[in-house]
């Protein structure tokens, strides 16, 4: 089954507060109330937002209020009721709507819509503790992935969130066996197309998300300049860019990883904001699909760098980031109408 | 007396590391650095602190309250520790190895110039 649907983002803070409960609690719980079929809280760490304020999990003091990203989708009028209802992310978060393609349950041999022909996003939603002839699930689909030559995937877990319409919440102590992880991966709509009934015979209950992107660069190779997209949609909401930018831990510009010095060019060129995602397991390339050891001193693991701004400012943060990537990862743009974008200007 | 000092600890202490929260966010935020100056600052500031008060020889209870309470919760040897191997998660190994030796030794240095103005107070 393959359903047009809508992707609600929120991106704020971890200690943003929505009256008497974090604003994080009250989005998860309105997922949950709603039977959102799927939803996840990520735990961003570093980034910073409109204030530039930075937080990054490298330091005690600033680890504080880390960024957090919720990710919700279903039909499009669900969602739609939804935004009468989610709690203001007030001045100092985003909220951004964009479409994509829903599949879930049997998926046999499809043909993609000719609007996913060119490059595709592809989100698998899995468990944490799902497992898939006894690997787990997210390992057991990034091996997939990998096997079919798709240049990389990141598994992100999730702390909190719903899966097939039912709250799923990570524990302190407990199993969490159904918290969800999202694994991203970005490919041609062909292959893509190709991998989705396999991940349909690979997964008990399959949850994918699809949705269009252009490459911007790949392994250090220009690829094309984010386009610029109209200001505004034909319901006159903001039209902004997002840029994602998959590297590696392991890759380093000038000493530090990319991601952290991104992170730090952005916030001193007045981008409005940019988060970090640290993946538990993925790949980039030709090596195998990995995580983190237990014994090591650096980390190996994927990181997911997501920049959101006006059209014009993101050519600046573009030529940040093309400087950054000149020899690694993989970056995508996209155009996202920003709902609740405020400035504090 | 006794109840009256502890809970002088309690509340001096707790202001303390709420100065140090204050200062080290303050510095860190600023330079925005790799290398994690607002420890640093801390851990150097406490260090003249603590040798200063001891310099000056206080009576027990002012060195309870001021040393043990106020300059030991200021100061942070955990977040020291957590932040050097932090750096080298991050491949750091520069700035790993400078805040080893710079804290220890300007650490060092810093608690003997407080006890040497101290003792000249």
Redesign the interface.
């Known amino acids: 089954m393959i359903a047009d649907c809508l992707k609600l983002t929120t991106y704020s803070g971890e200690r943003h507060r929505s009256g008497r409960t974090f604003l994080a609690d009250a989005q998860l719980d309105l997922f949950g109330r709603r039977e959102i079929t799927t939803s996840i809280l990520l735990r961003g760490a570093e980034g910073f937002g409109l204030k530039h ?2 937080r990054t ?6 680890s ?1 209020d880390l960024p957090v990203v919720s990710v919700a989708v279903d039909t499009r009028p669900r969602i739609e009721a939804l935004l009468e209802d989610l709690p203001a992310v007030e001045h100092r978060g985003l909220v951004t709507l964009e479409s994509a393609r829903m599949l879930r349950g049997d998926l046999g041999p499809l043909r993609l819509p000719d609007e996913l022909m060119g490059a595709v996003k592809l989100t698998v939603y899995v468990g944490r503790q799902e497992r898939v002839y006894r690997v787990p699930a997210f390992a057991a689909v990034c091996e997939l992935l990998h096997r079919r030559g798709i240049a990389g995937a990141t598994a992100l877990l999730g702390v909190d969130g719903t899966a097939h319409g039912r709250r799923r919440r990570a524990r302190f102590l407990g199993r969490n066996a159904e918290v969800p992880m999202m694994i991203i991966a970005v490919g041609s709509g062909e292959r893509i197309g190709r991998i989705v009934p396999e991940l349909g015979g690979l997964l008990r209950q399959p949850l994918i998300t699809l949705e269009q992107v252009r490459v911007c660069k790949r392994d250090g190779e220009l690829v094309e300049r984010p386009h610029a997209p109209p200001t505004t949609d034909e319901l006159g909401t903001a039209m902004w860019q997002k840029l994602m930018v998959y590297t590696s ?2 890759a ?1 510009h000038d ?3 990319v991601h ?1 010095a991104l992170v ?1 060019r952005l ?2 060129s007045g981008a409005r904001g940019a988060t970090v995602l640290r993946g538990m397991w993925g790949f980039h390339g030709e090596t195998a699909p990995h995580g983190d050891r237990l014994l090591q ?3 190996r693991v994927p990181v997911v760098t997501i920049i959101i701004d006006t059209t014009d400012r993101i050519a600046t943060s573009f030529d940040i980031v093309d400087e950054l990537t000149a020899e690694h990862g993989v970056v995508t743009s996209e155009m996202v109408p920003a709902l609740g974008a405020r400035f504090g200007e | 007396m006794t109840v009256v000092l502890w809970v002088g600890v309690v509340l001096i202490g707790g202001a303390g590391s709420v100065l140090r ?1 204050a200062v ?2 303050v510095i ?2 600023r330079t ?1 650095s ?1 290398f ?1 100056y ?2 640093l600052v801390v851990n150097l500031s406490g260090a003249v602190l603590l040798g200063l008060i001891t310099g000056l020889a206080p009576g027990r209870d002012e060195a309870l309250l001021a040393g043990t309470a106020a300059v030991g919760s200021y100061t ?1 040897f955990s ?1 020291w520790m ?2 050097t191997q ?7 190994m ?1 700035n790993l190895a400078a805040n080893v030796v710079v804290s220890l030794f300007a650490g060092v240095a810093a608690a003997a110039l407080g006890r040497l103005v101290g003792s000249h107070l």
């Open positions: 304020h930075l999990d490298r330091l005690l003091t600033l504080e831990e392991r380093l000493g530090q990883p952290r730090r916030r001193s001193l650096g980390r | 929260f080290d966010g860190a935020s925005g790799a994690p607002g420890t942070t977040t957590f932040e932090r750096l080298g998660e991050d491949r750091q520069r």
